[in-house]
T-cell receptor
Framework: DAGITQSPRHKVTETGTPVTLRCHQT?????MYWYRQDPGHGLRLIHY???????DKGEVSDGYSVSRSKTEDFLLTLESATSSQTSVYFC????????????FGSGTRLTVV | DQQVKQNSPSLSVQEGRISILNCDYT??????FLWYKKYPAEGPTFLIS?????DKNEDGRFTVFLNKSAKHLSLHIVPSQPGDSAVYFC???????????FGKGTKLTVNP
């Protein structure tokens, strides 16, 4: 979607390896989020950021870490990938005004083998 | 302890008819409610929202109704079109918290 890009779009990795997913925005929005989408679970919040170096955990944060050193970039790291982390990962950005919602990226499909 | 529930995993309607997607929530603190549409291999896109001070919001073919006493909201699509076939997510949030909680989604199929 315009203003937000995720990379890579697809990745296959081996169990136990570290993986980093990148989210980049050009909208200068304060808030950034990482969600994962799984069948039967919908969208679940992993971590979010409310400013540079300000992050907090979501409902499924175990096994994930994040970093935000610049307004435009929000990185999601799987320290040691497991098969249960096979999922589609979405980044989202927001101004903080909930009635305007979030703008989501196109997603990263991660497969851990 | 699902806070936002979409109890129908799927819905099938005929082109031109009304589609009604339902969503229930349990947290009475929620005061913003949104609907997102998602096509395969794409990110969710914002469709329409409503705040708790209203009970209805319209945008073209899409109308969202909010029943606060029942903790229930619904999305009406009239008339339904084949291009509306997608997964629809209901989401809710509390003003000032900057976080949304999403339901599991309902897959809508509009048949020509």
């Amino acid at each position: 979607d315009a203003g937000i890009t995720q990379s890579p779009r697809h990745k296959v990795t081996e169990t136990g390896t570290p993986v980093t997913l990148r989210c980049h925005q050009t909208e200068n929005h304060r808030y950034m989020y990482w969600y994962r989408q799984d069948p039967g679970h919908g969208l679940r919040l992993i971590h979010y950021s409310y400013g540079v170096k300000d992050t907090d955990k979501g409902e499924v944060s175990d096994g994930y870490s994040v970093s935000r050193s610049k307004t435009e970039d929000f990185l999601l790291t799987l320290e040691s990938a497991t098969s249960s982390q096979t999922s589609v990962y979405f980044c989202a950005i927001s101004t903080g005004l909930l009635d305007y919602g979030y703008t989501f990226g196109s997603g990263t499909r991660l497969t851990v083998v | 302890d699902q806070q936002v529930k979409q109890n129908s995993p799927s819905l099938s309607v005929q082109e031109g008819r009304i589609s009604i997607l339902n969503c229930d929530y349990t947290n009475s603190m929620f005061d913003y409610f949104l609907w997102y549409k998602k096509y395969p291999a794409e990110g969710p896109t914002f469709l329409i929202s409503i705040s708790s001070i209203k009970d209805k919001n319209e945008d073209g073919r899409f109308t969202v109704f909010l029943n606060k006493s029942a903790k229930h909201l619904s999305l009406h699509i009239v008339p339904s079109q084949p291009g509306d076939s997608a997964v629809y997510f209901c989401a809710a949030g509390i003003g000032g918290s900057e976080k949304l909680v999403f339901g599991k989604g309902t897959k809508l199929t509009v048949n020509p």
